[in-house]
């Protein structure tokens, strides 16, 4: 009983000191810049700047659905699936929009890529393209998400951006800051592009 304690006890602080060095790495990624515009207790509205993406569409119409396969196309294609056999640094956070249409998934490229130099994917699934300026309110939580996660939250933006009176238009999406394998200190995020005019 006292080995199995003593064992226990060791992988308990394996697991903490790898969580460690984690949170440490995640906090070296480079993230998708942007500004502010607006804090509220309860939500953000921020602006953020055209962006170079790597994308992939899918028929999935759930979290579940496209997480697993859509990080794995993406990943392969920053891991140096592409014709320069280049591997790309990781960034955050992965933006979905999972919708009953078309869904997507996407990787936002290191700020020094852009559509001329970034390598041609290997994998016709995955395209590069710009995304435009845009404003969008945003709402955080936490924990592993899911698609239960992600119906509530967007629910909940909704209803304070009608209560502000806040007009929105598309789809909500989600914003994941961490992988799979991180337990703490995980940033999950609703967004949805909004009409805003700064003064």
Do not use: C
Not at 65 to 79: N, V
Not at 97 to 108: E, R
Not at 145 to 150: F, G, T
Not at 158 to 176: A, P, T
């Amino acid at each position: 009983m006292k080995t199995l304690i003593i064992i226990l006890f060791v992988a308990l602080i394996v697991i903490v000191i790898f969580q460690s060095f984690m949170v440490m790495s995640i906090n070296k990624t480079e993230e998708q810049k942007y500004r502010v515009v607006l804090h509220d207790k309860d939500f953000e509205i921020r602006f953020y700047p055209a962006a170079t993406i790597a994308t992939i569409s899918s028929s999935a119409k759930t979290y579940k659905e496209i997480s697993g396969p859509g990080f794995r196309k993406l990943a392969g294609y920053i891991f140096g699936g592409n014709e320069a056999g280049k591997k790309i640094p990781m960034t955050s956070p992965v933006h979905m929009d999972i919708n009953d249409s078309a869904s997507t998934m996407s990787f936002v490229m290191p700020s020094s890529f852009n559509e001329e130099n970034l390598p041609k994917p290997n994998d016709s699934n995955v395209f590069i393209k710009k995304t435009i300026d845009e404003y969008v309110a945003v709402i955080r939580f936490s924990g592993f998400a899911s698609d239960k996660d992600l119906k509530l939250y967007s629910e909940k933006l909704q209803s304070i951006l009608k209560e502000k009176g806040i007009n929105s238009f598309g789809h909500y999406r989600f914003l994941g800051y961490n992988p799979p394998f991180q337990l703490i200190g995980r940033r999950n995020e609703i967004i949805v592009s909004v009409f805003w005019k700064e003064n």
